[in-house]
C-alpha cells in the first residue's frame, strides 16, 4: 500500500514537471518567434551564423576535398564543375579551404569571445561591488590596457607567443577584457544600489553570495549583447593576425591565411582566391553583427522602442 501511495504520488509530481517544462519551452519558442517577426534583420543574422554552425560541424562531410591536399592540375584553376570554387596557387582546393576555414573562425571568435566576455564581466562587476581601492587598481590597469589600440596589442602578444590557433585566441581574450569590464562596471554601479542588493547586505549576505545571486543575473542581458557585437570583432581580428602572417599557421586553412595567398601576386592571375574569403568575412561579421543590434534593442532597456 505505501508502494503504492509513493507511485500515486510520485506519478503527478512528474506530470506537472512535465507540463511545467513544456510550458517553459512553448513560451521560449514563443519568445523566438516574436524576436524574428519584429526583428527580420536579426533573423536574417541568426539564419546566417546557424549556416556558419552547420558548415563548421559538418565540414568534413561538406568539403570537397583535402584541404591541404595539392594537386598540380588544380593549380590557379578556374571556379567550374571540376573545382567549384576554383584552385589556388599550390593546387589546393579553394572551396575546401573556405569551408574548413569557418571552423577556425568559429573556435576563435567562440572561445575568445567566451573567455575574455565571461572574465571582462566578472573583473567589471567585482570592481563596481568592492569599489574603493579594489576599483581603482582595476580601472587603472584597464585603462592601461586599453590604451594600446586593439590590433597593435593583439600582434604584440602574437609576436611573443608565436603562430597558432591556441595563441590566436589568447590574444584576442586579453584583448576583450578592458572593453568588458568598462562596460558591465557601469551598468554593475547602478545595480548595487538597487533596494533589493542593499537589503541584502542588510542581512549579511556575503559578498560572493551577492554578486552571484543578485548582479551577475542583471548583467546576463548586457553580457548577451556583447558577447554577439564582438564574434564579429573577433572573427575580422582572426582574419587580420592571419593575413599579417601572425595569426594560424600556413598549413591551417584560414579566410585571412587565404586572403594573404590571394593578396601577395594573384590578383590578376586568380582574383577568385580573395573574392571567395572576402565575401565569407564581410557576410558573416554583418550576420553577426544584424544579430548583436537586434539583441541590443530587445534586451537593453534605454533601447526599448526604438529603431
Known amino acids: 500500500m505505501n508502494r503504492g501511495r509513493v507511485g500515486a504520488v510520485d506519478i503527478p509530481g512528474e ?69 567549384l570554387l576554383g584552385g589556388d596557387q599550390l593546387g589546393r582546393d579553394v572551396f575546401s579551404r573556405l569551408v574548413y576555414g569557418s571552423r577556425i573562425s568559429l573556435q576563435v571568435g567562440l572561445l575568445s569571445v567566451l573567455f575574455g566576455i565571461t572574465t571582462g564581466c566578472f573583473i567589471g562587476i567585482a570592481s563596481a561591488y568592492f569599489g574603493g581601492r579594489v576599483d581603482l587598481i582595476v580601472q587603472r590597469l584597464v585603462d592601461s590596457v586599453q590604451a594600446f589600440p586593439p590590433l597593435i596589442l593583439a600582434l604584440a602578444i602574437m609576436a611573443a607567443l608565436g603562430a597558432s590557433v591556441t595563441n590566436v585566441i589568447i590574444a584576442l581574450t586579453i584583448v576583450f577584457i578592458p572593453g568588458a569590464a568598462r562596460t558591465i562596471r557601469s551598468q554593475a554601479l547602478s545595480i548595487k544600489e538597487i533596494d533589493y542588493v542593499l537589503a541584502a547586505r542588510a542581512i549579511g549576505a556575503g559578498d560572493w553570495r551577492i554578486i552571484l545571486r543578485h548582479m551577475v543575473p542583471n548583467c546576463f542581458a548586457t553580457f548577451i549583447v556583447l558577447a554577439t557585437l564582438s564574434l564579429g570583432v573577433a572573427i575580422i581580428a582572426e582574419a587580420s593576425l592571419s593575413f599579417l602572417g601572425v595569426g594560424t599557421p600556413p598549413d591551417v586553412p584560414s579566410w585571412g591565411g587565404m586572403l594573404t595567398g590571394a593578396a601577395q601576386n594573384y590578383v590578376e592571375v586568380a582574383p577568385w582566391l580573395g573574392v571567395f574569403p572576402g565575401l565569407a568575412i564581410a557576410v558573416v561579421v554583418f550576420a553577426w553583427n544584424l544579430l548583436g543590434d537586434s539583441l541590443r534593442d530587445v534586451l537593453d532597456p534605454r533601447l526599448r522602442g526604438m529603431g
Open 15 to 83: 506530470r506537472i514537471s512535465f507540463a511545467r517544462t513544456s510550458q517553459l519551452m512553448r513560451r521560449y519558442i514563443g519568445n523566438v518567434g516574436t524576436f524574428f517577426r519584429r526583428k527580420p534583420l536579426g533573423a536574417f543574422g541568426s539564419a546566417i551564423a546557424f549556416i556558419l554552425i552547420v558548415v563548421a560541424i559538418f565540414a568534413p562531410q561538406i568539403a570537397t576535398d583535402n584541404p591541404r591536399e595539392t594537386s598540380a592540375d588544380r593549380t590557379f584553376a578556374k571556379p567550374g564543375a571540376a573545382s
